[in-house]
C-alpha cells in the first residue's frame, strides 16, 4: 500500500509535468476543438469508487487504479489539466454527472442501461469476465454446469446485461458490489461470482479469500472499458476519442498490466483442471507436512517450557485462590455431583446463617430454592457437554428461611477426564435485586401512571425518534401498541405543515437543552381530526447531565380552547354590548371602587376610564350626590336588593339632568356579593315629557270640567261603560252611582235618537270615527243633548277593542237651535206669504200695464181720430182758431200717447227676465246711427263710433240703453251747427267704462241728480221733445246688469252720459 | 175677386167707427162686415147664430182681428180660425193697441199673418190700414178657392 501511495504520488508528479508539458501534443485537435477546451477546463472526471483496481479511493479519499493512470495519459495527449472529483459509489458519481459536477468518467463499461445517458469513446482496453469458484466445488467445471446454480453478479454492469441475455437458465443473484459477491460465495451462499479477472483478483486478494478461484477456461466475454461523457456533449466526447486514440498502445498496456498484477490474457494453454488440482494438493499437502513437522518441534520444545512455569504459577496461584477464597465477600462453595456441600467459604456461611461445622451436612436442596435447582442442574449438564455456560440468578434459602437472590458462576472440576466437584461464586446480590425490583416497582408504577394519564406522555432519543409512548398516545395516533410509534419521528408520523414546528421544537430541545413549557400547537390524531394541544417538552438527561432524549407531555385542549373560545367570545359581546348601549355602565367593588365603565359611562363623567377606575363616589361626584349614592350602594350590598329610581343626576361640569338608576348586587360564584353593578341612562326627555303630560292631563281634566264636557270608555269585549263624574252628572248620576254597563246607556237614549245611534255606530265601524248629536232623558227625566265624539281602539289583531271618547253636553245650543229652526219655519212662512203677495201685486201691475197699453191708448185714438175727422170735415166751416184748438188736442192725445209707451217701456224694463249673451255694442250702435239717420236725412250728424265694444248682457234691454242715450244725443244736437256723436270705452279704474257723449245742449251739473229720475225733464218739450222717461230706463237696465251710470256735462257743451257693466263684462 | 168681404172684428166703436172711415177712403172692399165681440165673428164665420142663413161659401178675403175682446178674445177667435179647414187659410191680420210681447209671441204663434198696433195719431192710422187693404186685397194673392172645400 505504501508503494502504492508512492506510486500515486509520483503518477500526480508526473501528471503535472505531463500537464506542463503537453501543450504542443495535442495537435491532433481541430484549432475549435482547442478552443473549446481552453474555454471550458480543467475538464473534471470522475469514475467508480469501488473498483478496485480499475478505480477506487485511498485513505486520502484520492483516486488510484488504472482509471487515474489513464487520464493522466489523457491528459497529456490533450495537454490539458484534468480534475478528479471523487464520490463515495457509483451512483452519486452518475449524480455528479448528471448534475454537471464532472465532465467525464473512466473506465467505464457501455452497458445498454448507461447507454441511455452516456456517450462512450470506442474501448481502449478490454478486460476479461470470468468466473469465480470456491476452491474445490468440483461439481462447477464450466458454465455448462451453472444451470440453475446460484451465480452472483453485480448490479447494473455489462455482466449482468450479459448473464441475461446469454444464459437465461442460470440463477442469478444481484449483489450491490463485487466484494459483496466475493464474500457470499465464500461463506457458500453463491456457487459462483461472475466478474472481471481484475476486479476479482483484487478483492480476493485483499479480503484473503483463499478458498476462492477462477473456474479455469470460464472467460465469458471482454468487457471494454471506455471514456464516458454526459449524453449530447459530443464536442466532448470527439476530442476525448481523439485523445484516446493518440495514446500509444504499450502505455495503455503497462498501467494495466502494472495495476491487475495479473496477465489478462487467459494462459495460451492450461492443464487440465484436475491435474492441476492433483499437482496443487501434493505440493500443498507436501509443503504443509513440512511446515507441521517444523512447527511441532518448535511447540514441544516451546510447551516443555511453559509447562515448568505453569506448574510454579499454578502453586501460586492455588495459594492465592485459596486465600482470595478465605476471604472474599462472594460466597464460595463446592459440592460434589450428588449435591453435598463440601466447602462453603466463611462469607457465604455468613450470608446464609450457617456454621463451617455445619456444611458437611448440606445438600443443595438445603441451600437451592427448588424452582431453580433445574437451572442449575441444566448448567452442570451443559458443562458435562464441554459447553461454556454463563452466569446465573437464583434464589438460595437462608437458614431462617428467607430467599436471598444470588448471581452466581459454576465449573466442573475434573479428576482424571472425570467430573468430580461443582464449584461456584455466589455473589449475594439481594440488595441490586431490591433495587432492581424497586426500580421495576417504580418503572411499573410510572408506566401505570403515565398510561392512565389522558395526556400524551412520551420521549425521543436524540435524534427525535420515539422511543416510549404511554397508552393515551397509542390511541390518539390509532396504531396497536407502542411498538408502532417507537423509532419514529413526528416527521413519520403527521403531515409535514404540522410536523414540521413539532420537529424544530425536538431539536431546540435536544439541542440546546430548553425546555418549551405550554406550547399550544395543532395535532392531528389518526382520524386527521386536528385538536390543539398544550405542549410540555423538556430534556431528559443522562447521569452525565447529558442530553440523552427528551419527554414530551401534550395535553388535549381542544375543550378546553373551545370554552376559551366562546367564553373569549361571550367577553366580547358582552363588551360589545355593554359598549354599544346607550346606558351608562359601570361597576363598583364593596368599598365603592369603580371596577369596571362602559364608555357612555366615562363620556357623561368626561374623564378617560383609567381615570375613574378605582374612583370611588366621593373622587367622581360632589359630597351631597356622593353621600346619597354611597347610602344607596350600601342599602343594596346590604339588602341584595335591586334599587331601582329616577332621579336627578349631576355631571362634573354642573349639568343636571333625570336618569333612571338600576343598581344591582354583582353576586361571584358563592353568590356572595361583591359589588353593585350600576346602570342608569338619562330619561331628563321622558320625565319633562310625562311632566308635561301630567300637565296637560290636568289642564285637559280643567278644560273638560269646565265644558261640562264628559268623557267615557268602552270596552267593546265586555260592554263595561266608564264614565267620568261629569259625564255622570250630565246624565243625571250622583258621581260613582252609573252601573258601567252599555245597556245602562241605552236606557238614556231619547227615543228620537236611538236611529242616530245606530247609524252613528254604523259610521263609526266603517271608519273608527265616532260622531253623533244625540238626545238623551235624563235619570231626573230631563231631556238632554249631548255631542257625542270617540275612536275606536283596535288590539293587536286590528279587531276593535275600545272607544274612548267625550260628550259635549250641547242642550243649550240645541234649545237655541230649535228656537232658531222655529223662528226660521215662521219666518218662511211669512216670506210665503209676502212672495205670494208680491206675486199677486205683480199679476196687478202686469193687467195694469196691459190695461194701460191697452185700454188707455184706445181712448185716446178716439180723441185724435175724431178731432182728426171733425178738422177735415169742418175745415171749410171752423175758423183756424177752432182748427188750431182741435190739433191741440190731437196733440195732446199723441202727446199721452208716447208717454204710455215710454211708461210700458220702464215698466217691462223692470220687469223682464235678464238674458246673458254675448251682445256687440259698436254693431248696434252702428245700426241705431243709421235708423237716426234715417229718420231725419236732412241732419248732418257726424257719429264717432269705437269698434269692437262687446259685452255680456241682454241684447234687448242693452239697445233699449243704447236707443235711449243716442237718441238723447240726436234729439240734444238739434241746435247744433256741426252736431257730433260719440259712442266710445276708456279704462276708469281698470273698469272699462262705455260712454255717449254729445256736443249739444248740455246740462246743468246742479240737476244731474235729477236726470234719471222717470218725468224728470231738465228741458222744455217745446224745445226738446221727450216723457223724462228714458233715462230712468236706462238707469234701471245698467243696475240691472249691476253697472252704473252716470252723465257729465254743462249748458250749451254737451253731455256725455257713462256707464259699466259687471266687472270684467266689457269686451273691447 | 168679386166677393171682397173685410171682417172687422172690433169692440170699441170709437175704433170701429175710426177704422171704418180709414176703410171707406179707397173702397177697395165690397162689403165690411164688422163683429163686436169674439163670438159674433166666430159665428159670422161659421155661419151661427145669427148668421146661420149666411151663405158660408162666402168668406172674407181679410179679417182685422182686434186681441181685446168680449166673450171670446181674439187669440182664440184666431185660433179657432186655424182649426177649422174652412177658414185655416183665411189671411188674419192682427190689429190691436196691445204692443206686449206675449200678445206678439202669442198672434204669431197662432199663424196670424201680420200684427199691427193701432198709432193714436190718427192720420198713422188712416196710413196703415189703406196699406193693408190695399196689400190685403190688391196685392196679395188669396189662397185658391179649390183649396176651399
Redesign the interface.
Known amino acids: 500500500m505504501i508503494q502504492r501511495s508512492l506510486f500515486v504520488c509520483l503518477c500526480a508528479a508526473a501528471l503535472l509535468c505531463i500537464g506542463a508539458t503537453a501543450q504542443t501534443t495535442s495537435d491532433f485537435l481541430t484549432a475549435d476543438e482547442r478552443a473549446w477546451l481552453k474555454t471550458h477546463g480543467p475538464l473534471r472526471w470522475s469514475t467508480n469508487p469501488n473498483v478496485p483496481p480499475y478505480g477506487f479511493l485511498n485513505a486520502n479519499k484520492e483516486f488510484e487504479g488504472i482509471a487515474p493512470e489513464m487520464m493522466a495519459l489523457v491528459a497529456r495527449q490533450l495537454g490539458v489539466e484534468l480534475k478528479p472529483v471523487g464520490y463515495a459509489t457509483w451512483t452519486d458519481t452518475l449524480a455528479g454527472l448528471r448534475r454537471g459536477e464532472c465532465d467525464l468518467l473512466a473506465a467505464v463499461v457501455p452497458t445498454e442501461e448507461r447507454q441511455q445517458y452516456l456517450q462512450f469513446t470506442h474501448p481502449y482496453q478490454s478486460l476479461p469476465v470470468v468466473l469465480f469458484v470456491k476452491r474445490g466445488a468440483r461439481e462447477i467445471k464450466s458454465l455448462k454446469d451453472l444451470g440453475r446454480r446460484r451465480v452472483g453478479v453485480s448490479r447494473n454492469t455489462m455482466t449482468d446485461e450479459w448473464m441475461r441475455r446469454e444464459h437465461p437458465e442460470i440463477n442469478i443473484v444481484l449483489v450491490e458490489t463485487a466484494r459483496e459477491g466475493f464474500l457470499l460465495l465464500a461463506m457458500g451462499q453463491l456457487d459462483a461470482m461472475a466478474s472481471s479477472l481484475a476486479l476479482g483478483h483484487d478483492v480476493i486478494t485483499k479480503n484473503a479469500l483463499n478458498n476462492l478461484a477462477v473456474l479455469p477456461d470460464s472467460l465469458l466475454f471482454s468487457s471494454p472499458h471506455c471514456l464516458a461523457v454526459s449524453k449530447g456533449n459530443d464536442r466532448l466526447l470527439s476530442i476525448l476519442q481523439k485523445a484516446v486514440d493518440s495514446i500509444p498502445k504499450p502505455e495503455l498496456q503497462a498501467i494495466f498490466t502494472k495495476w491487475s498484477e495479473l496477465d489478462i490474457k487467459p494462459p495460451p494453454w492450461q492443464f487440465p483442471a484436475w491435474i492441476w488440482e492433483i499437482a496443487l494438493a501434493l505440493v500443498g499437502g507436501w509443503i504443509v507436512i513440512a511446515a507441521w513437522n517444523y512447527s511441532l518441534h518448535r511447540r514441544v520444545a516451546k510447551q516443555a517450557k511453559q509447562i515448568r512455569a505453569q506448574v510454579e504459577l499454578e502453586r501460586e496461584m492455588e495459594r492465592r485462590c485459596a486465600e482470595v477464597v478465605e476471604n472474599a465477600t462472594d460466597m464460595v462453595f463446592t459440592r460434589d455431583m450428588e449435591g453435598n456441600y463440601i466447602s462453603i467459604n466463611p462469607a457465604g456461611c455468613r450470608r446464609l446463617g450457617y456454621t463451617q461445622e455445619e456444611v458437611p451436612g448440606l445438600h443443595i436442596t438445603d441451600l437451592v430454592v427448588p424452582e431453580y435447582s433445574a437451572g442449575v442442574q441444566q448448567r452442570i449438564d451443559a458443562q458435562l457437554a464441554g459447553k461454556e455456560t454463563s452466569d446465573y440468578q437464583l434464589e438460595l434459602l437462608h437458614k431462617n428461611g428467607c430467599r436471598i437472590w444470588f448471581e452466581a458462576s459454576l465449573r466442573l472440576l475434573y479428576k482424571d477426564g472425570k467430573a468430580v466437584a461443582v464449584q461456584g461464586i455466589a455473589r449475594d446480590i439481594s440488595k441490586r435485586k431490591e433495587a432492581e425490583a424497586a426500580v421495576e416497582q417504580e418503572r411499573r408504577f410510572l408506566r401505570t401512571l403515565i398510561d392512565n394519564m389522558p395526556d400524551l406522555v412520551y420521549t425521543k432519543d436524540m435524534e427525535g425518534r420515539f422511543v416510549l409512548c404511554n397508552a393515551a398516545h397509542v390511541r390518539f395516533m390509532g396504531v396497536k401498541s407502542e411498538s408502532d410509534l417507537a423509532g419514529k419521528t413526528v416527521l413519520d408520523l403527521h403531515p409535514p405543515e404540522l410536523a414540521r414546528g413539532y420537529y424544530a421544537d425536538d431539536l431546540r430541545v435536544l439541542q440546546k437543552g430548553d425546555t418549551i413549557h405550554n406550547r399550544e400547537e395543532l395535532v392531528n390524531d389518526h382520524n386527521g381530526v386536528v385538536h390543539w394541544h398544550l405542549t410540555i417538552k423538556t430534556p431528559l438527561r443522562g447521569l452525565d447531565g447529558k442530553v440523552i432524549g427528551l419527554i414530551g407531555v401534550s395535553r388535549d385542549i381542544n375543550e378546553h380552547k373551545r370554552a376559551l373560545e366562546s367564553l373569549r367570545e361571550s367577553e366580547m359581546l358582552y363588551h360589545s354590548l355593554v359598549e354599544q348601549l346607550p346606558q351608562s355602565i359601570f361597576r363598583t367593588d364593596l368599598d365603592g371602587r369603580v371596577t369596571f365603565a362602559n364608555s357612555r359611562y366615562c363620556q357623561s363623567m368626561q374623564r378617560e376610564l383609567k381615570d375613574i377606575l378605582g374612583k370611588t363616589n366621593s373622587d367622581l361626584f360632589p359630597p351631597d350626590l356622593a353621600a346619597k349614592y354611597r347610602a344607596d350602594d350600601q342599602r343594596v350590598i346590604e339588602t341584595g336588593n335591586v334599587f331601582e329610581a329616577i332621579e336627578r343626576h349631576r355631571t362634573p361640569d354642573g349639568r343636571e339632568f333625570y336618569v333612571h338608576v338600576m343598581k344591582s348586587p354583582l353576586r361571584d360564584v358563592d353568590r356572595r356579593i361583591v359589588g353593585i353593578q350600576c346602570v342608569f341612562w338619562d330619561v331628563t326627555g321622558r320625565k319633562l315629557t310625562e311632566d308635561a303630560l301630567r300637565e296637560s292631563e290636568h289642564r285637559l281634566r280643567l278644560a273638560t270640567e269646565a265644558a261640562q264636557m264628559g268623557t267615557w270608555d268602552r270596552d267593546l269585549k265586555s260592554n263595561k261603560l266608564f264614565w267620568s263624574p261629569t259625564q255622570e252628572r250630565n246624565m243625571g248620576y250622583e258621581p260613582g252611582a252609573f252601573p258601567g254597563t252599555y245597556e245602562a246607556f241605552l236606557e238614556l237614549v231619547h227615543p228620537d235618537s236611538r236611529d242616530t245611534l245606530v247609524a252613528a255606530q254604523q259610521r263609526a265601524r266603517d271608519t273608527g270615527e265616532y260622531g253623533a248629536e244625540l238626545k238623551f232623558q235624563r235619570r231626573d227625566g230631563r231631556v238632554r243633548w249631548g255631542l257625542v265624539r270617540g275612536q275606536i281602539l283596535y288590539d293587536d289583531q286590528g279587531k276593535p277593542d275600545r272607544i274612548l271618547g267625550v260628550d259635549l253636553d250641547i242642550t243649550k245650543r240645541k234649545e237655541a237651535e230649535e228656537e232658531v229652526a222655529k223662528l226660521n219655519a215662521e219666518l218662511e212662512q211669512r216670506v210665503k206669504q209676502r212672495t205670494a203677495e208680491l206675486a199677486a201685486s205683480n199679476k196687478e201691475l202686469e193687467a195694469f200695464c196691459y190695461s194701460v197699453s191697452h185700454d188707455l191708448r184706445a181712448p185716446l185714438r178716439s180723441i185724435d181720430g175724431f178731432s182728426a175727422l171733425v178738422a177735415e170735415r169742418c175745415s171749410n166751416i171752423l175758423d183756424a182758431t177752432s182748427l188750431d184748438y182741435l190739433q191741440r188736442a190731437r196733440g195732446a192725445a199723441q202727446q199721452m200717447g208716447h208717454l204710455i209707451n215710454d211708461l210700458l217701456q220702464l215698466s217691462r224694463v223692470t220687469r223682464c227676465e235678464l238674458r246673458q249673451e254675448r251682445v256687440d255694442l259698436s254693431a248696434m250702435a252702428f245700426a241705431i246711427a243709421d235708423d237716426l239717420n234715417n229718420s231725419q236725412p236732412d241732419r248732418q250728424v257726424s257719429f264717432a263710433i269705437e269698434a269692437g265694444v262687446v259685452v255680456f248682457g241682454d241684447p234687448r234691454l242693452l239697445r233699449i240703453v243704447l236707443e235711449n242715450l243716442l237718441n238723447n244725443a240726436w234729439k240734444f244736437t238739434a241746435m247744433e251747427r256741426q252736431p257730433r256723436i260719440e259712442f266710445g270705452t276708456r279704462l276708469e279704474n281698470n273698469l272699462t267704462t262705455c260712454f255717449v257723449r254729445d256736443n249739444g245742449a248740455g246740462f246743468d251739473m246742479a240737476y244731474v241728480h235729477k236726470l234719471f229720475e222717470p218725468f224728470q225733464r231738465l228741458h222744455a218739450v217745446s224745445e226738446f221733445p221727450g216723457t223724462g222717461v228714458g233715462l230712468a230706463s236706462v238707469q234701471r237696465i245698467i243696475r240691472r246688469h249691476a253697472g252704473r251710470v252716470w252723465a257729465e256735462g254743462a249748458v250749451n257743451h254737451g253731455a256725455t252720459f257713462y256707464f259699466t257693466l259687471q266687472t270684467e263684462n266689457i269686451r273691447v | 175677386m168679386n166677393d171682397r168681404i173685410i171682417l172687422l172684428v172690433e169692440d ?1 166703436p ?2 170701429a167707427t ?1 177704422t171704418l ?1 180709414a176703410l171707406q177712403k179707397h173702397k177697395l172692399a165690397n162689403e165690411v162686415v164688422l163683429a163686436r165681440d169674439g163670438v159674433e165673428a166666430l159665428d159670422y164665420l161659421f155661419g151661427r147664430g145669427a148668421h146661420a142663413n149666411r151663405d158660408r161659401s162666402r168668406m172674407p178675403a181679410l179679417i182685422l182681428l182686434d ?2 175682446l168680449p166673450k171670446v178674445d181674439g187669440l182664440e177667435v184666431l185660433r179657432e180660425i186655424r182649426a177649422n179647414e174652412l177658414t185655416a187659410m183665411l189671411p188674419v191680420v192682427m190689429l ?6 206675449q200678445d206678439l209671441l202669442e198672434s204669431y204663434r197662432l199663424h196670424c199673418n201680420s200684427y199691427i198696433c ?6 198713422q ?1 188712416v196710413r196703415a190700414v189703406e196699406q193693408l187693404e190695399l196689400y190685403w186685397l190688391v196685392t196679395n194673392e188669396p189662397p185658391p178657392p179649390a183649396s176651399r172645400s
Open positions: 170699441n170709437n175704433d175710426l172711415q186681441i181685446k190691436t193697441s196691445s204692443r206686449e210681447e193701432k198709432p193714436v195719431d190718427f192720420a192710422f
